[in-house]
């Protein structure tokens, strides 16, 4: 009994370890990583602090341990990555559920990636500014960043992109328009104005 219960460990070992074998290769074939996280719990966060010096891709191309992943963004603050001590876990636990070699991932959850974080990432996922705009990444309309590097110094910048959200309209990136956002308050608009200039 003993020795079959050995023998069935050591094929499971075996197959377990053929997997890893056969999945490099083809994970290294891969066109290219996605340009965006898995939505899920602590999501944003992680995309706004570690999207600030290199693409989101570091990410998505890596399995890391969870030991890994601390080691990672212990290494990223020390070149300089701004984060408040209490985000550090929620970083660290996104990335250790989402992106963990040990573990698969979860189904994406864009609810519980929603719910959280502060009012501002709250309005930007609940009006899908995010569906359309990265802080990096261009996605149908500008990303964040290029929108706040392009009026650096203008100081009438503010009112003039909130009333761009709420009435929506193109021509200034593109064709393609921007929705309006009838449905937010002048307060809101403000708020998600400055934040996005502050994205630079
Ligand atoms: C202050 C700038 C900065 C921030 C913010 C930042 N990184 Fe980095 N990161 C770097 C630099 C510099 C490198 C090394 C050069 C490169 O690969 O682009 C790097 C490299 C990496 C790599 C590749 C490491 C390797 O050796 O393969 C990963 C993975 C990574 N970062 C993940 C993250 C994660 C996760 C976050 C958020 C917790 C983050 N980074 C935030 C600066 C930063
Ligand atoms: C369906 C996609 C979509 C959604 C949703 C969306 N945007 Fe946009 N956004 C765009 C496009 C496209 C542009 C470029 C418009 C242009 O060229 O004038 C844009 C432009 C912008 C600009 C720059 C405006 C300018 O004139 O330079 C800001 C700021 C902005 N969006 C913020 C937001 C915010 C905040 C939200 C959520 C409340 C949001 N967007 C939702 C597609 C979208």
Redesign the pocket.
């Known amino acids: 009994m003993r020795a079959s219960r050995a023998a069935v460990l050591l094929v499971a070992g075996f197959a377990l370890s053929g997997g890893v074998l056969i999945m490099s290769p083809l994970s290294a074939q891969e066109a290219a990583p996605a340009k965006t996280l898995t939505p899920g719990k602590g999501a944003d966060l ?1 995309l706004a ?7 989101i891709t ?2 998505t ?2 399995r ?1 341990s969870r030991g890994e ?1 601390q080691d ?2 212990k ?3 020390e ?5 408040a001590p209490d985000e ?1 876990p929620l ?2 636990e996104y ?1 250790a559920t989402y992106y963990n070699r040990d573990s698969a991932a979860p189904a994406p959850d864009a609810a519980v990636s929603a719910v959280q974080q502060d009012p501002v990432q709250r309005l930007l996922a609940e009006n899908a500014c995010t569906s359309c705009h990265g802080v990096e990444q261009k996605i149908v309309g500008p990303s964040f960043r290029e929108v706040a590097v392009r009026y650096a110094g203008d100081s009438g910048a503010a009112a003039k992109l909130a009333a761009k959200i709420k009435s929506g309209g193109a021509g200034v990136w593109g064709a393609i328009p921007m929705p309006a956002h009838g449905g937010l308050s002048d307060a809101e608009l403000a708020q998600l104005a400055t934040w996005v200039l502050g994205r630079k």
């Open positions: 992680t602090r570690c999207g600030l010096c290199h693409e570091h990410i191309r890596s890391l992943w990672n963004v290494n990223m603050i070149r300089g990555m701004p984060i550090i970083v660290i990335l």
